[in-house]
């Protein structure tokens, strides 16, 4: 696999992406919306189980709206070009780790609005900076994946909803009991088997991506 190659498919993915600078100002503008609006629901969070889950839930939201478009405009002209110039684990590659540093970013603002219009209850930061970092590259892994299989039924959104649901909730489930305990400021020793089953769950998302699109690239 060629480096170069890679590394010049993820910056054409940046410049794609900052060449429509209103679909980044968009997902900044739901960012906030989204939270403020939850704040002015809930005026006031006291109890740390709901201020983590409302936070997952807007989190879940965020990402599957930004890792769906990865192949939405990836027409059948396009998927010429691409079937005939780039080599395929390396196309779904720079999708995937274009999505993860995207996420990793917006998720990492979405805590920092999270935090100042709702309020902070994190007790261990660093865990739970860990553990939204780790959360948000398994997410896009996924999600890309989805997307790609959706975009060969015709970007059926629908589809890929249905298809990420039961490979989102093992991943969701340890990223809430993670946040839970970061939450709690727990000892790292309690979180380091949830910890290791995350970014193992990274490792096999991106390996089962890379050859799983093989077959999505013949069609």
């Known amino acids: 696999m060629s480096k170069q190659q890679l590394t010049a498919l993820i910056k054409k993915e940046f410049v794609l992406e900052f060449r429509q600078k209103s679909t980044l100002a968009g997902i900044a503008v739901y960012i906030i919306a989204t939270v403020f609006i939850s704040a002015l629901s809930f ?69 920092f609005f999270y935090s100042w219009f709702v309020g902070s209850m994190v007790e261990d930061l660093p865990l739970f900076l860990i553990v939204l970092i780790f959360s948000s590259t398994a997410f896009s892994g996924v999600l890309s994946l989805m997307s790609a299989i959706a975009s ?9 909803a249905i298809l990420s649901f039961p490979v989102l909730m093992p991943l969701l489930l ?34 089962l991506a890379t050859l799983l699109f093989n077959y999505l690239w013949r069609e």
């Open 43 to 111: 005026k006031k969070i006291i109890h740390p189980i709901v201020w983590n889950a409302l936070f997952w839930v807007i989190f879940m939201f965020i990402a599957v709206n930004v890792s769906s478009k990865s192949f939405t405009q990836e027409t059948k002209g396009k998927g010429l070009y691409n079937y005939i110039y780039y080599n395929a684990r390396q196309f779904i590659l720079s999708k995937i780790l274009y999505n993860m540093l995207l996420m990793s970013v917006l998720s990492v603002f979405t805590f």
């Open 152 to 160: 060969k039924a015709g970007n059926n959104m629908s589809l890929m």
């Open 174 to 207: 340890v990223s809430i009991k993670l946040s839970k305990n970061a939450i709690d400021g727990l000892a790292w020793s309690v979180s380091a088997n949830y910890l290791l089953v995350l970014i193992m769950l990274n490792f096999v998302v991106i390996t």
